[in-house]
């Protein structure tokens, strides 16, 4: 038996950094075993920490197919333990003591064998139950086909789950069920190839995974079900779209509506994988999404105002076509989502841009979202003009800067940008967000300062004109002195320190400068920074001040440095904390 596993291949398997970890583990590594099975060795082991933990690794021609460990971090396979069983199979492979082939072993056994083999399993560990009824048959049915649907029943019903007692949030484990979703995705691959008894089954398997997903969900927590939701969901959709016998075509159709009673139907789900379901839905016969939608009003008529409501009213604004409704009727329905983005968009669809304009003045969005419904109705130029007289709403310099930024009209975008550096004591401060500008408020905005000086035709005056402003308020004494530092200009940043005091600056601030200095003027920069750290009292303050000092020893020399630290100690004698960290820093 060969394995022919490299240091790199296994390496990259669990990455630098575990591979670093595990290397104190590999020689006490146990219980060595590697067992052909087919094409692929599984290798295992036992590792010893503060723990004992079974770690197994499954190779295929060099490769490293699978692994796993029992640690609390081992099951995705790429923990240290398992860098220590690769690392030890790349070095060492004759430490592995050969097993028979897995397969061969197998073949060779009596199904009375078999069956007994399986019981002692399952009395030495009771949890492999939930493995063999995944893969098992679990009806009588008189041929070989498994009942995906049972088998999915069989899953949920050995969930184990309570919210209350997941202390570190893990959520439920739905290995199980994950595996089962792949079968079942690999049947809707070839959704248009079944034959009428394999597309009633796998109609069964979706309702299976949406009706226990519906048992299990927990309004008051996120399970993770969203990845066994959406493609079953998507599943039905997909069925629904072929030429189905009607009585499973009612029951396809069914299922679907139960599960959007039971689960909801949000966009995003609509919307993901490039408009997948939207997509699916427009595709379906128009009986079918008239049915759908009927159910939708049906659905939200039911429902008490709150969030289930406005999910359901949302997903049906979406689902109806546009121009399938009139005027009225429509604006009433977007309304009624409780988003201003819908109604904007229909007024704008109706020629109304007055209207559009009012709604868009009580919306709390960023204009950038509201962005292309004007573009879409041809009517930017409206929106820009909309943001011009209103500068002080949230977000509308951002946006309105970033039109001319993009477009080269540095004209427009320095007067925005100066305006809000030099002009305002507070204003939004941009940053870009997947291409659109959104605002967050601070004084002066930092943001905003870097792009007067990515469009100032003048920085040097700009420049200036900013550090002035900022002189005068000593409040913003640590902003001021960063800049200036950042700017180059040590000297003047120097000459600040001396007219503030430094609770103004701030003890990082006030090393940052010493740092630029020489070692006589560096001197009660460093011991202003470390007394004020001192001054908060706790270790991580401590911790900060030794830092400091360990810094200015490269300045004033490791002597003085030394010297300072011993002062310190005598200064603070019942800081023990103070002195261990002083002593970690090795100044003691």
Known sequence: MAILLTQAQAQAWTGGREWQKGQPYVGDLTGLTAQPDGEAVLLRAQAHGQDSYGVSARLRSGQVMAAACACPVGGGGHCKHVAALLARAARALGDFRALPDLGQWLSGMSAETLRAAVRTMLEREPDLIRVLLMHGPATDRGNAADDLRRRTELAFDLVNYDPEQDWEGEGPDLNDLRHLMDELEGRLRRAGDLTPEEQAEVVDACAAFLEGCAELDDEDYDLGLDELISPARTGLLRLLGLSLSPE???????????????????????????????????????????????????LISGLPAGYRRRQATTTLHHLTPPGSLGDADALALARETGQALPVIDLLLRQHRLGDALAELEQAPGPLAHAEPLFAAAGQLGALEDFARTRLGRPGARAWLYGRPRAQGQQDEAYALARAAVLDRKATPQPSRIDAGWVFSTADIGLEWLAELRAVSPDWPADREQYVQQLWKQPAMSGRLLAFLLDEGEAERAARLAQERRSELLGAPLLARLAGHLGAERAKPLYLSAVMLEVAGRNREHYARAAGFLKDASAVIGEAEARSVARLLRAEFPRLSALRDELKQAGLL
Do not use: I, K
């Not at 499973?248 to 490039?274: F, I, K, M, Q």
């Open 248 to 298: 499973l075509r009612e029951v396809a159709l069914d299922t679907l509506h139960e599960s959007v009673a039971d689960l909801g139907w949000s966009l995003r789900e609509l919307d993901a994988g490039d408009r997948e379901q939207a997509g699916l839905f427009a595709a379906l016969p128009q009986e079918d999404r008239q049915l759908t939608l009927s159910f939708l009003r049906g």
